[in-house]
């Protein structure tokens, strides 16, 4: 079985400029989640898709970051305009309903 | 939602067992406790979850306080493969919107 994929692997940007991650879920998982995670804390949940609706983006900080998921498959994450607190490893991870969640290996971005 | 409580680091030596506790007073009825671990540069991996009896999987054993208050993550040989950071969360089974918390660094000493 394939895992999920991430890229790119690393990305370095300017503040201001504005970045995207793309995700390749596990075939047939319906549900996707995005996380950001901050050098020494774990991840913190940003957006969480079913199929191509979402289900929860509470915690995504809207003004500025963006998701989608066109049908239901793969998604990208967007960053409008960076900011350096934006730095961070970006995880994406699929499941099966009930079943564990698979995570990527992510994408670090640093922001200068 | 409710929040688990870890130690921020824990040491073993390997082929030793190691019991990574985890807190958890404010669990709901409904809440699975479920265990994830992070090696370095890679995304978190499933390790086990259980909702009220101990549970045993080929990676480690789970035991669950009566009262479901607190839980036990026990990895039963150490290898130096089992350095990483060890998650705790409380989370219904279904859905998976799992808030991680800073988990626990596992050192596993040759």
């Known amino acids: 079985e394939a895992g999920v994929a991430q890229s790119p692997r690393y990305k370095i940007i300017e503040k201001r400029q504005s970045v995207a991650f793309w995700c390749n879920p596990i075939s047939g998982h319906a549900t996707l989640y995005w996380y950001q995670q901050i050098l020494g804390q774990g991840p913190k949940l940003l957006i969480q898709?079913?199929?191509?609706?979402?289900?929860?983006d509470s915690q995504l900080p809207k003004d500025r970051f963006s998701a989608e998921r066109l049908k239901g498959v793969d998604s990208t994450l967007k960053i409008q305009p960076a900011k350096l607190e934006d730095s961070a490893v970006y995880l994406c991870?699929?499941?099966?309903?009930?079943?564990?969640?698979?995570f990527g290996n992510g994408t670090r971005l640093t922001v200068t | 939602d409710a929040k688990t409580t870890q130690p921020n680091s824990m040491e073993s030596n390997e082929e030793e067992p190691v019991h990574l506790p985890c807190n958890h007073s404010?669990?709901?009825?409904?809440?699975?406790i479920h265990w994830y671990r992070q090696l370095p540069s890679q995304g978190p991996e499933y390790v086990i979850h259980?909702?009220?009896s101990n549970v045993n999987n080929r990676m480690a054993s789970l035991a669950i306080a009566e009262d479901r208050k607190s839980s036990t993550l026990i990895l039963h040989r150490a290898t130096l493969r089992d350095a990483a950071v060890y998650y705790c969360?409380?989370?219904?089974?279904?859905?998976?919107?799992?808030?991680f918390g800073a988990g626990t660094q596992v050192v596993v000493t040759p």
């Open positions: 969360i409380l989370g219904t089974d279904s859905w998976g919107k799992f808030q």
């Open positions: 404010t669990i709901s009825g409904t809440d699975y």
């Open positions: 898709f079913q199929n191509n609706g979402v289900v929860d």
């Open positions: 991870a699929s499941s099966l309903r009930g079943s564990p969640l698979h």
């Open positions: 259980g909702l009220t």
